[in-house]
């Protein structure tokens, strides 16, 4: 574990200085995993490469930033990749593109590395009604925010809210069922 450290802590280090071999390192170890958060979030692949090359970006210029006694490296990473993606689907540019793109396609989406496979939420989810499918997938797994699936879906703000809350209560009761 120390090894892992102190390697974690010279690419820092290597970053701060400018080195572009520790930049090269981290694509090739980190990229596909933070691609695929941004691709979950986004469904469209052109984007997804055009924000993973701009998560590295902004990598580069903040890595003054990161503290690792806030956290480990892959995990600042993964929070500028979320962020990013998250920013870039709620951007006018994105909205205006998926505009008439069908919901259907995101739906049960899930990676078989993902936590959700692990902890046999998919199953679950996929026990529920289309709503709250459709719902759960749209704020938890796609980065959409009550009033983003309120626009999408045209429906009102306090109802995105109350259908959330109560498909949260309906999965929690089902986890409970199968935990038992």
């Not at 691609?35 to 997804?48: F, M, P, Q």
């Not at 993973?52 to 995990?75: A, E, M, R, S």
Request: with cysteine; charged share 30%; aromatic share 12%.
């Amino acid at each position: 574990m120390q090894k892992i450290t102190d390697l974690i802590n010279t690419i820092v280090d290597r970053l701060k200085e400018r080195d572009t071999t520790a930049m090269n390192y981290l694509y090739e170890h980190y990229s596909s995993a933070l691609y695929g958060i941004i691709y979950r979030t986004l469904g469209d692949e052109a984007i997804a490469e055009e924000t993973l090359h701009d998560v590295f970006i902004k990598i580069w210029n903040q890595i003054d930033k990161y503290d690792p006694d806030k956290g480990n490296l892959f995990t600042w990473m993964y929070r500028i990749a979320r962020n990013q993606a998250i920013d870039v689907r709620r951007s006018k540019k994105f909205q205006y593109n998926n505009k008439s793109t069908e919901l259907e396609p995101f739906v049960n989406t899930f990676t078989s590395e993902s936590k959700e496979d692990k902890y046999g939420l998919k199953e679950l989810i996929k026990k529920m009604n289309e709503d709250c499918i459709k719902l759960i997938n749209m704020n938890f797994f796609m980065g959409f925010s009550h009033n983003d699936i309120s626009n999408e879906l045209e429906m009102p703000l306090g109802s995105v809210k109350t259908k959330i809350r109560s498909c949260i209560s309906k999965l929690r009761a089902l986890m409970e069922k199968y935990n038992d």
